[in-house]
């Protein structure tokens, strides 16, 4: 998996691909290009077991646009038998999550460390 990426960083720890946001704020070409990005992880570079990094810094985009395609992505990973964590989510963020009642969808870790041990149980 040598593809550059514009909006995340990608590290593999064993079989699960970290994923860093670069950017806190984004336009609404860019957070389609993210959504594009983070699709194309799991599509064509076959990873099955991510960990997306929300934090420590609040994003400025989750908008309902960014919000389904989490759930996509998290349903698509189910469906090859891997899963999604979110790690660093801040309380706003979770409260969005909630207002949504996506709270359910979504295992939130407190931390990459705690997110990567969760997929060892």
Known sequence: MDRPYRHIDVETAG???CVKLRETKLDENALYELTDELGALVGEDGCSKVVLTLGPEEPQFLYSVFLAKLVTLQRRLRAKGGALKLADVAADTVRIFDA????PLFDFQPDRAAALASFSK
């Open 15 to 17: 079989d699960v691909h």
């Open 100 to 103: 949504c009642r996506l709270t």
